[in-house]
């Protein structure tokens, strides 16, 4: 019997933090799926700043942290770390844009300071600033240039990932709920009579069922805009709109559950890996 190879640092890391992604990053084509799972494992140290901290200017420090390991980078200074190593080479060969990644950085600013988006529209650039530039970085990562992502290809990636950060932003309800933090915009809140005390507490409420189908619905509409794209987006490359397979069948759940996001039916359901894996051979995202 053979013995598993370990997993590398940064592999490891995101089979750990980052499940959904690590089994798209599965289907990504073995000279790619390194670096994949390094700009992945970026982004999870970014996107955890907030819980390693507890006030919002040591986050600040934290994430300027990674700015300066991007500026040494360019500079040909590379810090001794886990993950700025291997993203260094990337970087070197022009798999990745450094100022999509500094966007990400700067976009983590908004979750140091605990405030609730003002509407829609903010909470839409901000999973296009996360989850929707990382989809889109990965495009370079696995057509092998920094600038397949800004084509069509990089389009169709980038919608993907905002369908799939949209419905991340529903599973996290109960994790930002126990950390008093809100993630729901303040007019869709007062839309539906749904107080901040009701996501606290993890009301059950016909308002809060409500509100959370308005925006499954926009999750899903989300997911049909990434979709006619579909096309654009290379067979060689399909890992990194994968995501979107995940995000429906966590939506399909949500409904099982009479749109309570407080259910474990939603927020405890595991990835969809048999319809991901059946999905990803056929190139049918």
Not at 104 to 119: G, S
Not at 144 to 168: I, L, P, Q, W
Not at 222 to 251: F, G, H, Q, T, W
């Amino acid at each position: 019997m053979t013995n598993t190879p370990d997993l590398s640092y940064c592999a490891e890391y995101v089979r750990r933090n980052d499940r959904d992604r690590f089994l798209c990053g599965l289907f990504a084509a073995p000279e790619h799926r390194e670096d994949l799972f390094t700009l992945y494992a970026f982004n999870q140290e970014i996107s955890k700043t907030r819980e390693m901290v507890s006030e919002a200017m040591l986050g600040q420090i934290r994430l300027q942290w990674w700015r300066d390991a991007l500026s040494g980078i360019e500079n040909g200074d590379v810090r001794k770390h886990e993950v700025v190593e291997p993203l260094a080479q990337m970087i070197g060969n022009n798999k990745l844009d450094r100022p999509a990644l500094e966007a990400m950085i700067d976009a983590r600013e908004f979750d140091l300071f605990d405030t609730a988006p003002d509407n829609l529209a903010a909470l839409d650039h901000y999973i296009d600033q996360t989850s929707g530039l990382l989809s889109q970085a990965a495009i370079g990562v696995l057509l092998g240039h920094r600038e397949d992502s800004k084509n069509d290809a990089g389009e169709a990636a980038r919608r993907a990932g905002n369908a799939y950060g949209m419905v991340g932003i529903l599973r996290a309800m109960v994790f930002h709920g126990r950390a008093k933090r809100q993630y729901v915009p303040n007019d869709v809140m007062e839309q539906f009579g749904v107080s901040t005390g009701d996501i606290f507490e993890f009301r059950r409420t016909d308002a809060v069922r409500a509100m959370t189908k308005h925006l499954a619905e926009h999750a899903a509409m989300k997911i049909r805009d990434a979709r006619k794209m579909r096309s654009a987006l290379p067979k060689s490359a399909i890992a990194a709109a994968l995501p979107v397979i995940l995000a429906e069948n966590y939506l399909k759940k949500l409904k099982k559950a009479d749109y309570d996001p407080f259910s474990a039916v939603f927020g405890l359901a595991r990835p969809a890996s048999f319809r991901l894996t059946l999905r990803a051979f056929s190139g049918y995202w």
